[in-house]
């Protein structure tokens, strides 16, 4: 593996797949190089980890309930036992929404996505045939070199 890499084959893979999955040397740093190289291509990179996702579609394209933690304070007779539910905007449709003019898309680089489930992986799969201004990057797990595949391939290894 070259210490300088243009990161042209990963851009041309993730253009063709729409979806990647990568396995990453577990030290780091291979990452944000290639974060870089979508950015200065013409990519938003947008990091967000796979734990606590919870339902993905309503997650990333649809608005969504959140209860926060109560933290020991209860509210008795104003709202439900379990507390209020606060509305939150879907992450990658409100990403899209505010890019810049000039973007190529926007890249979600999902982190710790080896506890994804396989439906959950093959719905990111799909979904940048469903946008496609939105790309995939999930890290599937480590290796001993910077290494991806279509996301496809992934699920099929798994």
Do not use: C
Not at 36 to 48: E, F
Not at 110 to 118: A, C, D, F, T, V
Request: aromatic content about 10%; charged content about 20%.
């Amino acid at each position: 593996m070259p210490l300088l890499t243009t990161g042209k084959s990963f851009i041309r893979a993730l253009e063709k797949s729409g979806a990647l999955g990568v396995y990453v040397p577990l030290e780091g740093g291979f990452e944000g190089r290639y974060q870089r190289r979508l950015r200065a291509n013409g990519y938003t990179p947008y990091n967000l980890t796979a734990r606590g996702l919870g339902d993905l579609s309503s997650y990333l394209t649809g608005i969504h309930g959140v209860r926060p933690p109560h933290l020991g304070k209860k509210n008795i007779g104003q709202d439900a036992a379990v507390g209020p539910v606060y509305f939150v905007p879907p992450i990658a449709t409100y990403q899209l929404e505010t890019l810049p003019p000039k973007s190529k898309g926007l890249v979600l680089w999902i982190i710790e996505g080896m506890i994804l489930s396989r439906a959950e992986i093959e719905y990111l799969t799909y979904l940048p045939q469903q946008e496609p201004r939105l790309k995939i990057v999930v890290e599937m797990g480590g290796e001993r070199y910077f290494r991806w595949q279509p996301l496809e391939q992934s699920i099929q290894a798994a």
